[in-house]
């Protein structure tokens, strides 16, 4: 608060009491902070509208060769390699906004003969998220 002080000179110099006019406070305009917004929930480092999934097919210690049998009931599907921590060569299907819609590619796949077919998770920047499914799940349904 600033107050300004009129002193009266003409008083000070035969030893007389200063005379002080007071003057109002000044207005202070105080601007409120914007509220603060919670930090975005992340599941394995992302954010819940960067992550998306796929589907598993295999995972072998040897690159498949793409003319392989293995790949004649996913004719028409982009198949997408990745190499997991363990080295291991991970054959992907698809790419799908939600656990779902996976999830019914899945049991697709199972019926062409994919028995060992799973929906994995993975972010905008195509690195999977090593994380189990059942617990990135509970994450990803638990954010609005």
Not at 52 to 73: H, L, M, R, S, W
Not at 127 to 143: G, Q, V
């Amino acid at each position: 608060m600033v107050v300004a002080v009129t002193v009266l000179w003409g008083g000070c110099r035969h030893g007389k009491k200063t005379q002080v006019s007071p003057q109002p406070p000044a207005t202070e305009i105080i601007t409120p902070l914007p509220p603060e917004q919670p930090p975005a929930a992340l599941i394995g480092g992302y954010t819940k509208d960067q992550i998306y999934f796929k589907v598993q097919i295999g995972a072998f210690v040897v690159p498949v060769a793409e003319n392989d049998a293995f790949f004649t009931n996913v004719t028409g599907e982009e198949i997408r390699i990745d190499i997991s921590p363990q080295g291991m060569y991970r054959y992907t299907v698809g790419r799908y906004n939600s656990y779902e819609q996976a999830d019914l590619i899945k049991a697709e796949l199972k019926r062409r003969g994919y028995t060992d077919a799973f929906v994995v998770a993975y972010g905008y920047d195509d690195k999977r998220i090593e994380m189990p499914m059942p617990e990135l799940l509970k994450l990803y349904n638990s954010i609005k």
